[in-house]
């Protein structure tokens, strides 16, 4: 089993920038896959970012346009993604998800661990 815990969200003015936190525990394996997706109310929760936690690889979907950015600490066991230039657009719960293998990372069905999300307001 792996477990994730998200933190970092709140509310932030249009134009801020925010970096949420995933600690990841339990089963650790150097072949996941990390990821971030998000879900807006009434909305199907959407990728917005992967990594591969050994090679460091990093995938984002094209709306994120060099907004958002994933990082990892392999000694912290720990996945970041930092956020600028934050619109009232992406308000909406953000999760930490991980899975095996680099393939189908975009995904939401592909992962297997799920974390129990973030908050991310943002004011107009």
């Known amino acids: 089993q792996v477990q994730l815990v998200e933190s970092g969200g709140g509310l932030v003015q249009a134009g801020d920038s925010l970096r949420l936190s995933c600690a990841v525990s339990g089963r650790t394996s150097s072949s996941y896959t990390m990821g971030w997706f998000r879900q807006a109310p009434g909305k199907q929760r959407e990728f917005v970012a992967a990594?591969?936690?050994?090679?460091?690889?990093?995938y984002y979907p094209a709306f994120v346009k060099g907004r958002c950015s994933i990082s990892r600490d392999n000694a912290k066991n720990t996945v970041y993604l930092q956020m600028n230039s934050l619109k009232p657009e992406d308000k909406a719960v953000y999760y930490c998800?991980?899975?095996?293998?680099?393939?189908?990372?975009?995904?939401?069905?592909?992962?297997?661990?799920w974390g129990q999300g973030t908050q991310v307001t943002v004011s107009s």
């Open positions: 990594i591969g936690w050994s090679s460091g690889s990093t």
């Open positions: 998800a991980a899975k095996l293998g680099l393939y189908e990372i975009g995904r939401m069905n592909a992962y297997e661990w």
